[in-house]
């Protein structure tokens, strides 16, 4: 049995990814509680993570897991779920890139004007140390 649940969130719920985004520092903009998958362990949120639809492309965003649940395999299992299914490419804009790349993501340079939009938007809104990258994860070709 998994040690935790994954699904759409509720509206109390929603109101808690709120919370975690504003003090992950996480963008914020436009959020949508059915772009949202949450993890639960014993019906408490432990993470979350969102698949934004933008005109030209999927942006997985917002990803965050809460602080003392780190490193257990949720925000994989997060990421798992939210790119099962997809049509279109999938973009992210990122600092920790090592993450990504087991998943099939790679570094790009050039991308749709949505995700130049999100690194505006980091650089200048949610300042790290690190540096934001780019990051692909081509659609699946029918064989």
Not at 112 to 125: D, G, L, M, R
């Amino acid at each position: 049995m998994e040690p935790f649940t994954l699904r759409i969130p509720t509206e109390k719920e929603f109101k808690q990814i709120y919370f975690f985004i504003t003090e992950f520092e996480l963008d914020n903009r436009d959020l949508k509680k059915e772009q949202f998958i949450v993890a639960l362990r014993d019906n408490e949120l432990v993470g979350f993570g969102r698949l934004r639809d933008h005109t030209d492309c999927l942006e997985l965003c917002s990803l965050g897991v809460v602080t003392s649940y780190r490193r257990q395999g949720i925000g994989k299992a997060i990421v798992t779920k939210l790119i099962e299914n997809f049509s279109k490419n999938i973009y992210l804009v990122c600092i920790i890139p090592d993450f990504f790349i087991p998943f099939g993501f790679h570094q790009v340079e050039t991308f749709p004007v949505s995700i130049q939009n999100k690194i505006e938007y980091c650089t200048s809104e949610l300042i790290v140390p690190e540096p934001y990258v780019a990051m692909l994860l081509p659609a699946k070709r029918e064989s």
